[in-house]
């Protein structure tokens, strides 16, 4: 499998593996004194069901010294009440803190709060908000950004990377697409968009973008021995892009264009295009790419050879549910599963496609979640117990994305990998949650 890595640090030596064989899983470690997310359970990073508002984070650095978080957010989420004035009206605060790291969140460089005030012609609009904060160096930092309605006294903390370690890092840049009021939230878009892409500086009139049409291999299971070969950073194509208010353009290849202030570099701001239904699957042939998971080779081979793949489809999800009801209702689960790894887990490839969209399409929703700077750690059962099942990430230094994680493989995962797909293949849900 090919691997847009620059350098992969040993899983064995990682600090984060160390604190958790020393201090155990906790909320809070009793062999420190200083608060450490990385041994705090974050598992609703990927249950957004668990959480109420679900804002969407976007940040952009403004200068050196000021960057800027905008919030994306359902105003119907919020409490209105009677005003003096008889209208009805929310307010909610944004408090932040920007901390050093998950690993140092006591290590405050900047902090504040601002309030607004929603007015009731608003209450069914997503609308975005805008928070200044500071920069006192150039590095990776974490964002700890917490929405809190007034009226209704109840909060969601969320996390959100911030990186200044570059010039021409992706936050330097923003994206707009034609059409839409505030710039892009997503880094992906479809191939009937239309966008601008605007570098921090205004003097900067020119932008050089790396075309990249690539067709990565599905995620081995995670009891294979797993070869990944160098990424070729040779583009398929390229081209320069001028800036300016009015000059959008439309990238009508699927794949990733990744646009640069500086070409001595790797560092810019990557946009993906995928099909228009993404997040979701609704293809025949994406839906029978998603079902790899679960066939043979064989099986998938007859499949994909089919002249009607829908049919064939229809006809291998009917085999595993066993009646018209029960097949329906495992097929919602499998592709809720792929939509929400597209979701979560989509970086050079879609979601589903990578080693943690994988683990959770089969596997489900993992119990806990510990997220370091640099790896993550999934949990099925309890923590420290021997019958859990405990997968492990490493994150890898990627110039195209910051959500590209790789599994550390064992053989030993490979009994619980062939249950759970036998699992599916009986016609049920792995880990129905």
């Not at 890092?169 to 968009?193: A, C, H, M, P, V």
């Not at 990627?398 to 959500?403: C, K, L, V």
């Not at 053989?411 to 009986?426: H, I, K, N």
């Amino acid at each position: 499998m090919k691997q847009l890595s620059l350098l992969s640090k040993d899983l064995r030596s990682n600090i984060f593996a160390l604190l958790i064989l020393i201090c155990g899983w906790s909320t809070m470690p009793s062999c420190t004194g200083t608060k450490d997310l990385s041994v705090v359970n974050l598992s609703n990073l990927y249950n957004a069901g668990d959480r109420i508002y679900n804002p969407e984070f976007l940040v952009h650095h403004l200068s050196d010294t000021t960057s800027k978080l905008s919030i994306l957010i359902n105003n119907k989420l919020f409490l209105f009440s009677r005003q003096n004035n008889d209208r009805f009206s929310a307010s909610f605060t944004i408090h932040y803190k920007l901390a050093e790291s998950y690993e140092s969140i006591n290590m405050i460089l900047d902090s504040g709060s601002v309030s607004f005030q929603v007015n009731e012609e608003d209450k069914n609009l997503r609308k975005v908000y805008d928070v200044t904060f500071r920069l006192k160096k150039k590095n990776e930092m974490l964002l700890i950004a917490t929405v809190s309605d007034n009226q209704k006294h109840f909060e969601e903390t969320y996390y959100v990377p911030v990186d200044n370690s570059s010039p021409d890092g992706r936050q330097n840049f923003s994206l707009s697409i034609k059409g839409e009021t505030n710039s892009s939230f997503k880094n992906y878009i479809n191939e009937d968009d239309s966008i601008k892409v605007v570098y921090q500086d205004p003097t900067v009139k020119k932008l050089y973008v790396r075309a990249y049409n690539r067709n990565f291999p599905l995620a081995p299971p995670p009891f294979s021995y797993d070869i990944r070969d160098e990424f070729n950073y040779l583009p398929d194509n390229t081209f320069t892009y001028e800036v300016n208010d009015t000059n959008f353009i439309p990238l009508k290849q699927y794949g990733f264009y990744h646009f640069q202030s500086d070409t001595t570099g790797k560092n810019g701001i990557t946009i993906f295009v995928y099909p228009r239904s993404f997040p979701a699957v609704t293809s025949p042939d994406q839906m029978l790419e998603c079902v790899r998971y679960l066939t043979t080779r064989r099986e998938f081979d007859e499949m994909k050879s089919d002249q009607n793949k829908k049919e064939a489809m229809d006809k291998f999800w009917l085999n595993l549910g066993g009646n018209a009801e029960r097949t329906k209702q495992l097929i919602k689960k499998y592709y809720t599963r792929i939509r929400e790894a597209n979701q979560y887990f989509s970086s050079y490839t879609e979601g589903w496609r990578t080693d943690r969209g994988m683990v959770y399409t089969i596997f489900g929703k993992p119990n806990s979640v510990y997220k370091s700077s640099n790896a993550e750690s999934w949990i099925y059962g309890t923590p420290n117990n021997a019958l859990s099942l405990n997968f492990f990430f490493t994150k890898v230094i990627n110039p195209f994305t910051d959500n590209d994680y790789q599994l550390t493989r064992e053989p030993l995962f490979e009994g619980s990998w062939m249950r759970a797909v036998d699992v599916w293949r009986q016609g049920r849900v792995y880990n129905d949650n």
